[in-house]
C-alpha cells in the first residue's frame, strides 16, 4: 500500500508540475483539462490563487467528491529540527486523503468524479477554504454540466472545513464526512497551550510557548521553541525509568525533583490536564514485559510513555498552530489564569494514581501549577487577540446533510472528545426534530420520524498491542497500532466511508442495519457502537 | 399518506397480535442482551493474577459455586446462570478493555463485583455502564462516591463504604484507646481519602499517617513504613490498605519484631489470605478486625454453614475464608435480585427489583443494606472483633454487637437489625 501511495503522490506532483508549466497564469480561468480517458485530469486555480486538481473518469455519473485535506505548516521548517525539519510550505492538491489509489479507483469504478483544492493558504484556513471550496464547486459544476451531487469530505483541519461547508452551504452538498476532525481553533489550542505551558513551567522556562513575536521574529522564536520543546522530551524519555528530572528544570521542578516526583508522573500529569490520550503508537497502558515488570510497567510506567509518544507527535502542531494563529490574531491567544487543572483531572486521578505516584505526589504537583505559585506564572493572553481568534470561523455542530464521522480512539492531536462532541450536540438536535414532529402531529396527524443524519465509526485499538523485545524493553519501531497517531486509518477504511458517501448521496440516507454492520467489520478496527463515549476536549472542562 | 398510515397501523396490529400469541406460548421469553429463554449471562472483571489479585482471586469461584448450584436446582425462573470472568489483574486500563469486551463481544446483561475502586471508577468514566444501561451489580470497592446515584445511575455498592469503615474504626479507639498514639497506614488514592474522610468525621487524631502509592506495597516499603512508625513511637497501628500491604507490613514486622497493637482494615484484613504469604499466625494474634458478614469459622451460623458446604464441594481443598463467604453471599444476593425482576427479565426490570426489594434480600450480612428507589448504598455497618491465636477473627466477648452508619455525618449507632432467615435450601423465592 505504501508503494501505492508514493505513486499517487508522485502523480499528483507530477500535475503541479504541469500547472506551472501550462496553466494559465491568471487565477480562475477555465480549468485545463488533459482530455484523456478513461480518466481525465484538470488542472487550475481559484479567484484567491489556490491551485486544485480534478479527476473525472469517463462513466462520470454527476457525484464528484470534494476531499480537503488537514494543517500544513504555513512557514518552511528549518532542516536540522526534529521530526519536523525541512519541511517547505506546499499548495499541492489533494483530491484524495494522501493521494490513496485504492479511494480513487473506487470512486472512479462507481461513476464518482474527485476534486480538491490545495487552498490560498496553508495554517489555520477554514474560514478562506470554505470560501475557495464553494468557488471550486462552482468550477466543476460549469465544466462538467452534468453534475448532480457533490459529497465532501475531508481531514483532521479538512474536518473542519467540511463541516464548516456543511453547515453555510447544505444546499451545496449532499453528504459530508469529516475524518479526525480538529476541534474549533480556541478548544484546539487551548490543548496545545495547556500541553506547552506545563513543558515550560516545569521543564524548562525558557521555553516561549506561545505569545511570539510578530512576523519573522516569532517564527524564529517557534524554531527555538520546537528544539526545546524535542530535547525536553529526549531527556525525559531518557529518564523515564529513574523519575529524573531535565537539567533545564525550572526552579519549580527542581523543588518537586528534590521531594521525590518523579519526572515521568509530572509529564503524565501536564498531559492528563491537556487531554492528551494515554494510549500512544506503541503503548496500550495495558501490558507489560515478563518478569518483575509485568505489572509495574502498564501501572506506573506506560502511561507516561504514552503522553511522551503522543505528545511528541502534537508538540511541532502545537508550537506552529499557535505561531500561525497569534499572528492571525495579533497576538497572544493562550490563557490559563483562570484554568483550575485540579478539576482537569478529576476524572483521571484515580484511574492513573499509581503512574502519578500517588494523591500526595498528586497534589503536590497541582500545587506546584496552582496560580498560587510564582514560580509557575500562568499565562495570560491578549483579549483582542482572543477575540480576533473567536471571531475564526466557528462551527456550531448542526448537522444539516447525511453526515459520517470517523476518528481514532487514540488520536493525539484530534482527540476523539472532538467527534464525541458532534455526537452529543447532535442527539439534542435530534430530540429538538423528533419533538417538533410529535408537535406537528397534533395537527397534521401524520408523523414523520425525524430521519437520523449522523454515523460515528470509531477507529479502535486492539485490546492489547505494546510489543517487548527479549530483555523485557517496549518495541517502539512495530507500525502503529490501529485507532493510535493523527488520521491513521487504512486504505479499507477509507473506502469504507467513500462507499458510504456515494450511498448517503444516491439515497439520501446514511447507510445502516446488518449491510453496515458488515461493511464496518469488513474494513476492520472499527466500532459504531452507540454506547462508546469520549470526554469532550479539556477546554470543555472550564467552559461549560 | 394518510392511507399509508392506516395501512401501517394495520399491519402493527396484526404484529401486536401475533406477538401477544407468542407470548401466550413462551411465557418466558424476554428480549434483552444477554437474556434468553435458558440462560443469563454476567461477566466479572477483577484481578485474578498479580501481585493485587491475593485473596481477591477466589472470589468468582465462590459465585460460581453458588451459581452451579442454583442452576443444579432448576435456575432462576428457569434460566441458568453463566459468570465470564476476566483478569483485569488490578490495572484500571486494562479492566477498561475487559469491560469492553464483556458488553461488546460477550454481551452480558450485567457487570457483577468489579472490584477496585480505581478500576470501577476507570470502567465508569471510559465504558460508560450508566449511558449504556448495563447493571453494575455489587461492586467490590467500599469507595463512598459510588453511591452517588445521579453519577453512577445503575451501579451498587454492597460492601460498607470506607467512610463508615474508618468511622466505626473511630468510636471503637475512642472507647478503648483513648489518649493512645495512633498511626495510619492507607493507600493514596481515593480509597484511602475515603478512610481520612471516616476518621476525620469520627474525630481520630494521628500521630502519623503514612501513605502508600496503590502497586507500590512489598517488603522493602513496608520496612520503611515502620521505621517512620516506631519513630513516631505510636501504641495502634491502623492498617488500611489492600491484602497485598497488609501481607507485607506484617510480615516485615514479625521479622523485626515490631509488635504494635494492629487494626485491620476489612479489604485487607483477610487471615487466609494473609498467611498464604507466609506471616505467622501468631503476628495477627489480638489484632482488632472488622467484618460486615459472621465470622467464617463460625458453622454455627446458617449461612455460613450452607455456603461453606457447597463451596466444599464445589472447590474441594480450597479454604473458605472472607473472600470466598462475600463472593457467594454476592451470588446468592443477584440470584435474589434476578428472581425478583420476574420472568420478563431485563436490565431495568432488575435494578427495579433491587430498588424496590434489595433491602429485604436475605444475605448473610449482619448489618442492614439502603437499596431503595433514592439509594443504592448496600451494607451500612460492621462488628469488631479479634484475630484468635490461630489467626481468625472472632466477635470480642462471643458475641456479635454490630454497629451501623452512613458516609457522612451520621452518628454511629449499635445496630438493632434482624437478619432475614435463609430462605428454604438457599433459593430464592
Known amino acids: ?544 | 399518506m394518510k392511507a399509508l398510515n392506516r395501512r401501517k397501523l394495520i399491519t402493527a396490529s396484526a404484529v401486536l397480535a401475533m406477538l401477544g400469541l407468542v407470548a401466550t406460548a413462551i411465557p418466558a421469553q424476554a428480549r434483552e442482551v444477554g437474556v434468553t429463554s435458558t440462560q443469563i449471562k454476567l461477566g466479572m472483571t477483577l484481578p485474578m493474577t498479580g501481585t493485587a489479585s491475593l485473596g481477591y482471586n477466589k472470589i468468582p469461584g465462590a459465585a460460581k459455586a453458588y451459581f452451579d448450584y442454583l442452576n443444579a436446582n432448576g435456575g432462576v425462573n428457569g434460566r441458568k446462570v453463566t459468570l465470564i470472568v476476566e483478569d483485569d489483574r488490578y490495572v484500571p486500563t486494562e479492566a477498561v478493555a475487559k469491560t469492553n469486551k464483556l458488553i461488546l463481544r460477550d454481551k452480558v446483561m450485567a457487570l457483577l463485583a468489579p472490584l477496585g475502586t480505581a478500576n470501577v471508577k476507570a470502567v465508569a468514566s471510559s465504558v460508560n455502564p450508566a449511558r449504556r444501561g448495563v447493571p453494575v451489580l455489587f461492586v467490590n470497592t467500599g469507595f463512598s462516591g459510588f453511591a452517588d446515584i445521579k453519577k453512577y445511575k445503575t451501579t451498587y455498592t454492597v460492601l460498607p463504604s470506607y467512610v463508615m469503615e474508618a468511622k466505626i474504626m473511630g468510636e471503637y479507639i475512642k472507647e478503648n484507646f483513648a489518649g493512645k498514639k495512633i498511626g495510619l497506614l492507607y493507600q493514596d488514592d481515593d480509597f484511602g481519602t475515603d478512610a481520612l474522610a471516616g476518621f476525620k468525621s469520627a474525630g481520630t487524631n494521628f500521630a502519623i499517617k503514612v501513605p502508600y502509592a496503590s502497586g507500590s506495597q512489598n517488603a522493602a516499603a513496608a520496612a520503611g513504613w515502620i521505621t517512620k512508625f516506631k519513630a513516631a513511637e505510636v501504641d495502634v497501628v491502623i492498617l488500611f490498605g489492600v491484602s497485598s500491604a497488609t501481607s507485607a507490613m506484617l510480615g516485615v514486622a514479625a521479622q523485626l519484631k515490631y509488635a504494635p497493637q494492629w487494626m485491620l482494615g476489612s479489604v485487607g484484613g483477610d487471615a487466609t489470605t494473609i498467611k498464604l504469604t507466609g506471616v505467622p499466625a501468631g503476628v495477627l494474634y489480638n489484632a482488632i478486625g472488622f467484618s460486615p458478614v459472621p465470622a467464617t469459622t463460625d458453622m454455627k451460623d446458617e449461612y455460613v454453614k450452607f455456603f461453606s458446604d457447597i463451596y466444599a464441594k464445589a472447590v474441594p481443598g480450597s479454604p473458605f475464608d472472607l473472600n470466598v463467604l462475600l463472593g457467594m453471599n454476592t451470588a446468592f444476593m443477584t440470584a435474589q435480585a434476578l428472581k425478583a425482576a420476574g420472568p420478563r427479565l431485563t436490565r431495568k426490570s432488575l435494578m427495579a427489583a433491587i430498588d424496590s426489594k434489595g433491602a429485604t434480600f436475605a444475605n448473610s450480612a449482619l448489618v442492614p443494606a439502603g437499596y431503595s428507589k433514592t439509594s443504592h448504598v448496600g451494607l451500612t455497618g460492621y462488628w469488631v472483633g479479634k484475630y484468635s491465636p490461630t489467626g481468625d477473627l472472632s466477635p470480642i466477648g462471643g458475641t456479635y454487637v454490630t454497629y451501623t452508619t452512613d458516609s457522612g455525618s451520621g452518628p454511629v449507632v449499635k445496630s438493632t437489625y434482624k437478619r432475614p432467615a435463609m430462605p428454604a435450601k438457599g433459593l430464592p423465592n
Open chain 1, 1 to 544: 500500500m505504501k508503494k501505492v501511495r508514493i505513486l499517487s503522490l508522485l502523480s499528483v506532483a507530477a500535475l503541479a508540475t504541469t500547472v506551472l508549466v501550462t496553466a494559465p497564469t491568471v487565477a480562475a480561468a477555465a480549468p485545463l483539462c488533459d482530455g484523456k480517458s478513461p480518466i481525465q485530469t484538470c488542472v487550475g486555480a481559484t479567484s484567491d490563487g489556490a491551485p486544485y486538481a480534478m479527476q473525472v473518469p469517463a462513466n462520470f455519473n454527476g457525484t464528484v467528491a470534494l476531499y480537503s485535506h488537514g494543517y500544513r505548516f504555513n512557514v518552511d521548517i528549518p532542516a536540522g529540527i526534529p521530526l519536523v525539519g525541512g519541511y517547505k510550505v506546499t499548495n499541492t492538491p489533494e483530491p484524495v486523503p494522501g493521494g490513496d489509489a485504492e479511494v480513487a479507483k473506487y470512486f472512479f469504478s462507481q461513476g464518482v468524479a474527485i476534486l480538491g483544492s490545495g487552498f490560498a493558504r496553508q495554517g489555520w484556513n477554514p474560514d478562506s477554504a470554505i470560501k475557495t471550496n464553494v468557488e471550486l464547486i462552482d468550477t466543476f459544476k460549469k465544466q462538467f454540466p452534468k453534475t448532480t451531487k457533490v459529497v465532501a469530505w475531508g481531514s483532521s483541519l479538512g474536518g473542519v472545513i467540511t463541516q464548516g461547508l456543511a453547515e453555510k452551504h447544505p444546499e451545496l452538498i449532499s453528504a459530508a464526512a469529516p475524518l479526525c476532525m480538529a476541534d474549533n481553533v480556541q478548544p484546539q489550542l487551548q490543548g496545545a497551550g495547556d500541553f506547552l505551558w506545563g513543558v515550560k513551567v516545569l521543564f524548562d522556562p525558557t521555553i516561549k510557548a506561545g505569545n511570539y513575536s510578530a512576523g519573522a521574529a516569532g517564527v524564529a522564536e517557534s524554531y527555538a521553541d520546537l528544539i526545546k520543546v524535542f530535547t525536553v522530551m529526549g531527556k525525559l524519555q531518557a529518564a523515564l525509568a529513574t523519575g529524573a528530572w531535565p537539567d533545564t528544570s525550572s526552579a519549580t521542578g527542581k523543588a518537586l525533583a528534590a521531594a521525590g516526583v518523579p519526572s515521568r508522573s509530572a509529564l503524565l500529569l501536564i498531559g492528563l490536564m491537556a487531554g492528551i490520550p494515554t494510549q500512544s503508537a506503541h503503548f496500550d497502558s495495558i501490558s507489560g514485559p515478563d518478569g518483575a515488570l509485568k505489572l509495574t510497567f502498564p501501572l506506573a510506567l506506560s502511561p507516561a510513555l504514552a503522553i511522551l509518544e503522543n505528545g511528541t507527535e502534537a508538540a511541532a502542531l502545537a508550537v506552529m498552530a499557535t505561531q500561525d494563529v497569534e499572528n492571525q490574531a495579533g497576538g497572544a491567544i493562550f490563557d490559563n489564569t483562570q484554568t483550575d487543572y485540579s478539576a482537569r483531572i478529576e476524572g483521571e486521578r484515580v484511574i492513573y494514581n499509581a503512574a502519578l505516584s500517588g494523591n500526595t505526589v498528586i497534589d503536590a504537583l497541582l500545587g506546584a501549577l496552582s496560580p498560587a505559585n510564582p514560580g509557575a506564572p500562568r499565562a495570560v493572553a491578549n483579549p483582542a487577540a482572543v477575540a480576533k481568534m473567536k471571531a475564526l470561523h466557528t462551527n456550531t455542530g448542526k448537522i444539516n446533510v447525511p453526515t459520517i464521522l470517523m476518528v481514532g480512539v487514540a488520536d493525539p492531536i484530534t482527540p476523539a472528545g472532538a467527534s464525541q462532541r458532534l455526537v452529543d450536540l447532535y442527539a439534542e438536535q435530534y430530540a429538538e426534530e423528533k419533538a417538533a414532529a410529535r408537535k406537528a402531529y397534533q395537527t397534521t396527524r401524520d408523523y414523520k420520524n425525524p430521519v437520523n443524519n449522523l454515523l460515528m465509526i470509531w477507529n479502535t485499538t486492539p485490546e492489547s498491542y505494546t510489543k517487548f523485545n527479549a530483555a523485557g524493553s517496549p518495541i517502539t519501531t512495530a507500525p502503529a497500532a490501529p485507532g493510535t497517531r493523527h488520521c491513521n486509518f487504512t486504505s479499507a477504511q477509507l473506502v469504507l466511508i467513500a462507499k458510504s458517501l456515494v450511498q448517503a448521496s444516491n439515497t439520501g440516507k446514511l447507510p445502516s442495519g446488518g449491510a453496515l454492520y458488515t461493511a464496518v467489520r469488513k474494513a476492520g478496527n472499527l466500532s459504531i457502537d452507540k454506547g462508546i463515549n469520549f470526554p469532550w476536549m479539556k477546554f470543555y472542562t472550564d467552559n461549560q
